[in-house]
């Protein structure tokens, strides 16, 4: 069974910082890219940053780059996304996922996990 355990979220302030981690199971996780995907009301879905396991490349959305870094440790089958200098319009709620072989679009994940609410406050 395909298991992705996001966890991690919370509420914030401004500028401040959060870990999320997933968890994953139940795939090869070398042969997959394992990534973020935030959601909030009323807004469309967003890949904010993905990592390719086979060579380890990572890839962000224009709007956090510089600010969240995504991170991978096979022996665990873990995901990170560390996120530094959060503002008001990063939360969401933020799902782990993965696709086949590398990351590219969101339509493209084969599997979900269930999401993480971060809540960053003003």
């Known amino acids: 069974e395909v298991q992705l355990q996001a966890s991690g979220g919370g509420l914030v302030q401004t500028g401040g910082s959060l870990r999320l981690s997933c968890e994953a199971s139940?795939?090869?996780?070398?042969?997959?890219?394992v990534g973020w995907v935030r959601q909030s009301p009323g807004k469309e879905r967003e890949g904010v940053a993905c990592?390719?396991?086979?060579?380890?490349?990572?890839h962000y959305s224009d709007s956090v780059k510089g600010r969240f870094t995504i991170s991978s440790d096979s022996a665990k089958n873990t995901v990170y996304l560390e996120m530094n200098n959060l503002k008001p319009e990063d939360t969401a709620v933020y799902y782990c996922?993965?696709?086949?072989?590398?990351?590219?679009?969101?339509?493209?994940?084969?599997?979900w996990g269930q999401g993480t609410q971060v809540t960053v406050s003003s």
């Open positions: 990592v390719t396991n086979r060579d380890g490349s990572t």
């Open positions: 996922a993965a696709q086949t072989i590398s990351c590219g679009s969101v339509r493209l994940y084969d599997y």
């Open positions: 139940g795939f090869a996780f070398v042969d997959y890219g």
